[in-house]
């Protein structure tokens, strides 16, 4: 059964940084888009950080403090996550696409291209 894990979570302070990984099983990750969601209570799922063909996304909330990357050896997806904000907590989710899709995937971060999703896993940003 394929299925894709978030590791990495946890309680950092503004300005601080985190690294999330992604790991995939029962599939290889290689080819597939792979997008980074997140959701803060009482808000809205919304796309953080995609990877497909190459290229990478993301959101403009996120720009210039998250770097997506891609360990095929690993089966892993990473996110990197600098200048950590109060406003970045949230369960973030990673999710793979089943095979490659358009980069419109990643630009649009569309929800129902994906077909393996994490359980996620939980960011506080808090002094």
């Known amino acids: 059964q394929p299925q894709v894990a978030e590791f990495g979570g946890g309680l950092v302070q503004p300005g601080g940084s985190l690294r999330l990984s992604c790991t995939g099983s029962?599939?290889?990750?290689?080819?597939?888009?792979i997008a980074w969601f997140r959701q803060a209570p009482g808000k809205e799922r919304e796309g953080v950080s995609c990877y497909s063909r190459g290229r990478s996304n993301y959101a403009d909330s996120v720009k210039g403090r998250f770097t997506i990357s891609r360990d095929n050896n690993e089966n892993t997806v990473y996110l990197q996550m600098n200048g950590l904000k109060p406003e970045d907590t949230a369960v973030y989710s990673c999710?793979?696409?089943?095979?490659?899709?358009?980069?419109?995937?990643?630009?649009?971060?569309?929800?129902?291209?994906?077909?393996?999703w994490g359980r996620g896993t939980q960011v506080t940003v808090s002094s």
């Open positions: 999710a793979s696409t089943k095979k490659p899709t358009f980069f419109s995937t990643c630009t649009e971060f569309r929800v129902n291209d994906f077909a393996y």
């Open positions: 029962g599939f290889t990750l290689d080819y597939n888009t």
